[in-house]
């Protein structure tokens, strides 16, 4: 198993930037892929990005592509979202999520929260206008 911690979070203006940090702890790292999520209020989970194991791959949802970057160390256990030109609409509680094994090739698996086993507590967005 694998334990997240999310920080990072708080309460900024529209078009300002933020950089969200996940700490893992337990298992070696090495082997887990890692996605954030988030969750506005009123509103399902929803899936942001997601990185492979070594780093290699990554994919966005369409609406924060070109504004936000996920990055991971796995020498420093940790997965990063650094978001920039940030919107109202992205005001939610983050979480940080991963799980064991390569990428799946499904579009619809990697953003499916099922799929992912382990989650952090989250940290709290809000874009003020």
């Known amino acids: 198993q694998v334990q997240l911690v999310e920080s990072g979070g708080g309460l900024v203006q529209a078009g300002d930037s933020l950089s969200l940090s996940c700490a893992a702890s337990g298992n070696t790292f090495t082997n887990y892929r890692s996605a954030w999520f988030r969750r506005a209020p009123g509103k399902e989970r929803e899936f942001v990005a997601t990185i492979s194991s070594t780093g290699r791959t990554i994919w966005y949802q369409d609406s924060v592509k070109g504004r936000f970057t996920i990055s991971r160390d796995n020498a420093e256990n940790s997965v990063y979202l650094q978001m920039n030109r940030l919107k109202p609409e992205d005001t939610a509680v983050y979480y940080c999520?991963?799980?064991?094994?390569?990428?799946?090739?499904?579009?619809?698996?990697?953003?499916?929260?099922?799929?992912?086993?382990?989650w952090g507590q989250g940290t709290q967005v809000t874009v003020s206008s």
């Open positions: 999520a991963a799980a064991l094994g390569a990428m799946p090739a499904s579009m619809r698996a990697r953003q499916n929260p099922n799929q992912w086993p382990y």
